[in-house]
């Protein structure tokens, strides 16, 4: 996809300028070669694993290629929510009602009802595993929605596996503590409208971390995801058909802070308005998330305490988006001395 020339925002203009010194054209975003980790050959695949550890550890963010994931399928996804962000208010009243564990919900900003700053965006939310949820309308929705949710689930949980090896643990060992058999899954359609006269102050999104395990991410061709990498934010420009990935708190939890959730924003101001498609899994609902205890063997101690990761994801989405504030509430803090 071929990013539709715009009027960047001061913002991406100083990110861009920021990652103008990194030598390749993905602004040293690690890149993850999907069909590597799956049909490689042995050594290349361990390579692949431990860059792709290096990826969680140094970033919690990087690029996955060789997906599988069909582009037309991303198309028809992406074109079902914009219909839907069409349709007549009278057609989404009944899910703009909805609260933060509602298993549909259209709105705007992040939870408007707490919202501390105003954010411009306009989202669809639909619980997509264990059960699947839907509005009925569009008509086509469902049909596509059931497919991509299956098809980028699978893509996630072969990730989580690679995940897992590359912190020296069997593939499974994610899956295990986490009951990624009936992981939680949620599909969010994000719309950033157009403004051609930028506020300075307005953000389509503000910085926070997600509270999943994994988000996978595709736009429609315009810039505007930022993520904060080494004390900078950064503009990230997508390899053609690539994902984008975004690790989550529960990453975070579960692996006592090695791997960490990374913090990022959507930002508007451009002449084109913004699409953003999100697919994220979570562990299973009722499972107590903790970290595991061969990541603590260091003698570093627990960095985090268990806590159900339904209460967590209710907790992060009731309250008004400030950076990675929610993940306090399971820090613990340790005695200095
Ligand atoms: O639209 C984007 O690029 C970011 C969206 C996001 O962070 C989210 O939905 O959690
Ligand atoms: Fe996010």
């Given at each position: 996809m071929v990013a539709p020339s715009r009027l960047p925002s001061h913002e991406e203009q100083s990110a861009a300028a920021a990652a103008d010194g990194s030598a390749t054209p993905s602004q040293g975003i690690p890149v993850v070669d999907l069909g590597v980790l799956?049909?490689?050959?042995?050594d290349e695949r361990s390579r692949a694993i431990r860059d792709l550890g290096r990826a969680c550890e140094d970033w919690?963010?990087?690029?996955?290629?060789?997906?599988?994931?069909p582009e037309a399928l991303r198309e028809a996804i992406m074109d079902a929510c914009k219909e839907l962000f069409r349709l007549p208010l009278e057609e989404k009243k009944e899910y703009m009602r909805a609260k933060p564990m509602d298993p549909i919900r259209i709105g705007t900003g992040f939870y408007s009802v707490v919202d501390a700053v105003p954010c411009r965006r306009d989202y669809l939310k639909m619980f997509s595993h264990p059960e699947f949820h839907c509005p009925e309308k569009p008509a086509k929705l469902r049909e596509i929605a059931t497919e991509y949710a299956t098809c980028t689930r699978a893509l996630l949980l072969e990730l989580t596996k690679a995940i897992s090896e590359s912190l020296g643990l069997a593939g499974g060992r994610l899956s295990e503590a986490l009951n990624l058999e009936s992981c939680f899954q949620i599909l969010v359609g994000n719309h950033y409208p157009a403004c051609s006269r930028p506020d300075e102050q307005a953000m389509g999104l503000s910085a926070h971390s997600d509270h999943g395990l994994l988000t996978l991410l595709f736009q429609n061709g315009v810039d505007g995801l930022q993520v904060k990498h080494d004390g900078e934010w950064l503009l990230a420009k997508p390899l053609p058909g690539s994902f984008f990935v975004i690790a989550g708190d529960q990453l975070e939890i579960v692996t006592n802070g090695r791997y960490k959730g990374v913090l990022h924003r959507a930002v508007v101001g451009g002449e084109q308005s913004r699409m953003s498609f999100v697919s994220l899994i979570g562990p299973c609902m009722d499972t107590v998330v903790e970290p595991l205890p061969e990541m603590a063997a260091d003698g570093r101690g627990l960095e985090f305490r268990g806590i159900r990761y339904r209460d967590y994801m209710e907790m992060q989405q009731s309250n008004s988006?400030?950076?990675k504030t929610a993940l306090d509430i399971v820090?613990?803090?340790h005695q200095a001395g």
């Open positions: 799956i049909n490689g050959a042995a919690g963010f990087f690029m996955v290629t060789n997906h599988g994931v988006i400030n950076e820090r613990v803090m």
